[in-house]
């Protein structure tokens, strides 16, 4: 049975006005809004700045309707990689940009590339008896913390079956 719908890819080309008014007539819990955040594509087309995210997804949360954050490219790798500090700070920054997002966020969903999950490349052992995880999900538990996990292809598939 269908739950919710997440529509994904809002940006600055979002009037906000519009969107509450759109959520607004949609029953309360059934709509998920979803930004895309990418330090190198920043406010270019579906990937808002921050602030133009923060303010989406608040709309999202004062509708009564639900919030979620896709990270992408390398904000989504140094997230998966814990990384949060190098020398020249540039990889702070960019962690502190997300979790202005974060903190809005009722899901995280983290988009790398294939090949982070390669065996040979990876940070950590992500591997387990069913193979390589090649997904990674964040739900909100609390007000402060995320239930994380990482998943196989196999176990993934399991969760989201493919209709035929």
């Known amino acids: 049975m269908l739950t919710h719908v997440t529509f994904?890819?809002?940006?600055?080309?979002?009037?906000?006005?519009?969107?509450?008014?759109?959520?607004?007539?949609?029953?309360?819990?059934?709509v998920e809004i979803a930004v895309l955040h990418s330090t190198s594509r920043v406010d270019e087309d579906r990937y808002p700045d921050v602030g133009k995210g923060a303010a989406i997804l608040r709309t999202a949360k004062a509708a009564g309707q639900r919030s979620a954050v896709h990270l992408c490219g390398r904000v989504a790798r140094d997230i998966l990689s814990n990384v949060t500090s190098v020398g020249d700070g540039t990889r702070t920054a960019t962690t502190l940009a997300a979790g202005q997002l974060l903190r809005l966020a009722d899901r995280v969903q983290v988009n790398v590339d294939e090949s982070f999950w390669a065996p040979g490349r990876e940070p950590h052992d992500h591997s387990g008896p069913e193979g390589h995880a090649r997904y990674a999900y964040f739900y909100r538990r609390g007000d402060e913390h995320f239930e994380a996990g990482l998943l196989t292809e196999a176990q993934f598939n399991a969760r989201h079956p493919r209709s035929k």
């Open 8 to 30: 994904t890819g809002w940006d600055r080309h979002t009037d906000l006005a519009e969107l509450e008014e759109f959520l607004q007539a949609c029953p309360q819990d059934s």
